[in-house]
């Protein structure tokens, strides 16, 4: 289908179709629970698996790949589930949303709850751990795709998305603030870097100041006021937001319609859809570079660094920076077009994981590379969410009698970086084990230290460099952007013509 020349959309299509700044606060509201719980999970999990429940490395591993391997299964088979729910009063995503979520804060919290036994421990946070993640996939599927129902105006959802990355960065900062400076304070314990320097056996450093009882309530009060966030959040949701039932062109109450997609058809096509491959293949390894990042950062501060007692506000100063700049980054995309966003967003955070391994460690330096890290997270946390859409408009343009396939192109995309991630902590957690990782420790032996080294520079640069290779070969650019947008206008333009048409016709007669 070409692409017209010429085409103008009316101002009167433009004014039906604009969201309010209220609407697309509250729909960018309801991305926070996802994002509080997530990085509360990726900073602080594996630390607290290793050095709360005392578990051995290598369960702990098992628990991280187990869950999130799971949580990776879940994703297709809401996101078909979802493409298969019919319309209700209050729309066809949030009964999803709605159901799911005091579910999702009860088994959160019990993941963070140390059971009074020995034997059992492990399957205790394993069945936990999965029933989370299940229950999150329930909330956060339908919420991706209800981005395609808030508005049909390509320009409204980059605008919405843009709102949606904002607060669910600044989720992240609660989350990391909620979390870190509540149990930082419990965690003290273990003298500094300057007590432990004439220290050579790692081992025979012990808790003494602060009971692990303490830790262990800390992280359940850190638990119980995400969850009081997570309700408050879902609620701003519902009632903020309205789901607008076949606003999309092609959608399923337009004129074209075809048969509901079987599971196999909707992997199908979806798999089959180039421009999706591509730009989902090339966010894995971008994001699982950053996932790596995230989930060793807080050991790699403790025990690499021996910052242990800044640790909490290190990451905190991370989220604060990826906050600020996401507007710079919208702007930039804006201006400059995704596809040069995504190459200097993702390439900026580089020599700043390549320093922080290179240099002595030095507590300014460690603030400072951690404000230029915030820049390029804002970036991974932006670009993905507000380029899907576009993929999808694309497979429409070129699919046009297929409908309610939405949710799963966003349910495959977290499927595939949810099942990676998995493998890649997983991994990491287990390389501990052989590293020598000393359960409930103070100090780590050296090879601990190197290895947390490698996990957060060499692999994650690596993974960012192969990530962006392979987005070169990402077709939609600015301009087939902008003509996919005009082709679904005159689609959608016409289909209300036509509506019109038949409702004159009908009074007439």
């Known amino acids: ?199 050579t056996n790692s081992t025979n450093i012990n808790i003494s100041r602060v009971s692990l009882d303490d830790t262990k309530h800390a992280y359940m009060f850190a638990s119980g006021v995400i969850c009081a966030i997570y309700i408050l959040c879902a609620a701003v949701l519902f009632l903020g937001v309205k789901e607008q039932k076949g606003r999309h062109p092609l959608s399923e109450t337009g004129r074209k319609k075809s048969a509901p997609l079987s599971f196999s058809q909707g992997l199908w096509l979806v798999m089959s859809h180039g421009p999706y491959i591509k730009l989902v293949t090339s966010f894995l390894f971008t994001s699982l570079a950053f996932m790596l990042l995230e989930g060793n950062f807080a050991l790699f501060i403790t025990y690499a660094l021996g910052h242990r007692n800044d640790f909490q506000n290190i990451l905190l100063v991370i989220m604060l920076s990826g906050t600020l700049t996401i507007p710079c980054w919208q702007w930039f995309l804006t201006r400059f077009g995704k596809k040069t966003a995504v190459y200097i967003g993702n390439s900026w955070a580089v020599p700043f994981m390549i320093l922080i391994v290179s240099v002595k460690s030095n ?71 052989f590293a020598g990782y000393v359960t409930g420790g103070c100090t780590q032996p050296e090879s601990v230290s190197s290895t947390l080294k490698v996990l957060v520079s060499p692999v994650p640069v690596a993974f960012i460099a192969l990530g962006l290779l392979i987005f070169r070969t990402y077709p939609i650019d600015e301009e087939t952007r902008q003509c996919n947008r005009k082709l679904l206008q005159e689609i959608l333009d016409s289909e209300a013509d036509s509506e019109s048409e038949s409702s004159a016709l009908g009074s007439t007669v």
């Open 1 to 199: 289908m070409d692409c017209p020349t010429g085409l103008i959309t009316s101002p009167q299509n433009e004014r039906r179709n604009r969201l309010s700044v209220c609407s697309k606060l509250c729909y960018a509201i309801g991305g926070a629970p996802y994002q509080i719980t997530g990085s509360a999970l990726g900073f602080f999990l594996q630390i607290y698996l290793l050095d709360v429940a005392q578990l051995d490395p290598f369960y702990a591993s098992v628990i991280l790949f187990v869950g999130r391997a799971w949580d990776a299964v879940t994703d297709p088979t809401v996101g078909f589930l979802v493409s298969r729910s019919r319309w209700t009063s209050i729309g066809r995503m949030m009964p999803w949303i709605l159901i799911s979520t005091p579910f999702a804060v009860l088994t959160y919290f019990l993941i963070w709850y140390v059971p009074p036994f020995e034997h059992g421990k492990v399957i205790w946070y394993l069945v936990f751990y999965c029933l989370f993640q299940s229950m999150q996939t329930c909330f956060h599927v339908p919420y991706s795709a209800l981005t395609m129902f808030i508005s049909t105006e390509q320009k409204e959802r980059d605008s919405a998305t843009a709102y949606r990355m904002m607060v669910e960065v600044l989720g992240t900062v609660l989350g990391t603030a909620i979390q870190g400076q509540i149990v930082g304070g419990a965690t003290s314990a273990c003298p500094s870097e300057t007590d432990i320097s004439d220290t």
């Open 363 to 433: 507590l300014t330096i460690s603030y400072l590379v951690s404000v230029a890290a915030g820049v390029s997270v804002a970036a991974s946390f932006l670009l993905p969410w507000s380029m899907l859409p576009d993929v999808v408009d694309d497979f429409k343009i070129k699919n046009p009698d297929v409908h309610g396939h939405e949710a799963l192109f966003y349910s495959f995309y977290v499927f595939f970086l949810k099942f990676a991630s998995g493998v890649s902590l997983g991994i990491s957690t287990l390389s501990l084990k």
